[in-house]
């Protein structure tokens, strides 16, 4: 089955800095690639993902770049915010229904 | 507005007690599915539906049931055989089979004592 790594497990960083976290995962048959957000006491929210064609995407502050030939896959956020203090999970997917959840990154932003 | 409900937010129960946990959903998507979080831990999902009257086990089914009567409901029950229940569950809706975001309810934290 899909075996998937998230580093680092915590991270912390100075407001305005960019934050990268990575995934790496073992099935070759992965064709989407979603990071999620995850505020305390609250469920995750899909803030972008990424699927196989395609190498990079972008969405104002936030970016996820893809190489799949090393099966892995970042999430990078540039211009951190206090507000972007949460728990990242990664989560890529074969297109059926079970999903392997990386563990979790925290990200702390220190104002 | 549409989304997932899942009630309560917080359920305390004693050891050896049966518990329901509610999931609602409002998007019109075949797909659902029940997960567990433990502290510091990623998600492992519990059980799946494809569609009404079906579903499967997940990585961690035992001690846990469901049932998929309606298509907007999918009740979770965390039987006494559980051996450790405390945890915070989260259920999550998908249109179907495929590549898609999944779409999380707000989350019940069960405490066992």
């Known amino acids: 089955g899909e075996n998937v790594e998230q580093h680092p497990s915590t991270l912390s960083v100075q407001e305005g800095d960019s934050a990268v976290i990575k995934c790496t995962y073992s099935?070759?048959?992965?064709?989407?690639f979603p990071w999620y957000k995850q505020e305390l006491g609250k469920g995750p929210q899909l803030i972008i993902d990424i699927r196989s064609n395609v190498g990079e995407k972008k969405d104002q502050r936030i970016a996820v770049t893809l190489n799949k030939t090393a099966k892995h896959f970042s999430l990078h956020i540039t211009e951190t915010q206090p507000e972007d203090s949460a728990v990242y999970f990664c989560a890529p997917n074969t297109g059926g229904f079970k999903t392997i959840f990386g563990a979790g990154t925290r990200l702390f932003v220190k104002a | 507005d549409g989304g997932i409900t899942q009630s309560p937010k917080y359920l305390f129960r004693k050891e050896g007690q049966n518990v329901t946990l509610s999931c609602e959903q409002n998007l019109n998507h075949d797909a659902m599915y029940w997960y567990r979080q433990d502290p510091g831990q990623g998600l492992r999902l519990i059980y799946y539906s494809q569609i009404v009257n079906d579903f499967q086990k997940g990585d961690i089914a035992e001690g846990y049931s469901v049932s998929r009567e309606k298509k907007e409901s999918f009740p979770l029950t965390v039987t006494s055989a559980q051996k450790n229940p405390t945890a915070f569950y989260l259920c999550?809706?998908?249109?179907?089979?495929?590549?898609?975001?999944?779409?999380f309810g707000p989350g019940t934290r069960l405490t066992v004592t």
């Open positions: 999550a809706s998908t249109p179907g089979q495929g590549p898609y975001e999944q779409y």
């Open positions: 099935d070759s048959a992965s064709n989407y």
